[in-house]
């Protein structure tokens, strides 16, 4: 049986790859080439420290994942990227308890960079972090 962690996030992952467009990953690395429709990374990242509750044993976590965004593109790069951050923030705003499994989740406003690419278009990427609130019977 999945941790109250895992459920958590793999709830986050299925309802970023219904999204129409982009490449979605989990915990890989960065692909050589980025689609036109441009790819999202869910990071697991890091469930920090919980407070915890002796009756009933609880543990209640805020966990910070994060969703790294790369649009590739000669013109309309801004443009592209807006849209699909935009997307990810109402795949999260839809749900916001993703159908029961969290108490809460909430993105963050992204952190972004442009790399430059030897011989290609231009990245903007940036990541997006994104808080989910959850309690757990287990620390692990």
Same mark, same amino acid.
């Given at each position: ?5 895992? %459920? ?37 990242? !890091? ?5 915890? %509750? ?23 790069? !801004? %443009? ?14 839809? !749900?916001? %308890? ?43």
């Amino acid at each position: 049986m999945p941790s109250t962690r895992e %459920t958590v996030l793999a709830a986050l992952f299925s309802r970023l790859l219904a999204m129409s467009g982009p490449l979605v990953l989990r915990n890989e690395a960065l692909p050589v080439r980025i689609p036109a429709g441009g790819v999202l990374i869910l990071r697991d990242g !890091d469930p920090g420290e919980p407070e915890v %509750t002796l009756s009933p044993l609880r543990y209640f976590y805020s966990h910070r994942a994060e969703i790294d965004v790369l649009v590739q593109a000669d013109a309309g790069r !801004d %443009t592209a990227f807006d849209a699909l951050t935009a997307s990810v923030g109402a795949v999260i705003a839809a !749900d916001r %308890t993703l159908g029961g499994l969290c108490d809460w989740i909430e993105i963050q406003a992204p952190e972004t960079v442009e790399i430059a690419a030897e011989g290609n278009a231009p990245v903007k990427a940036a990541v997006l972090p994104v808080l989910i609130d959850y309690a757990a019977a287990s620390p692990v």
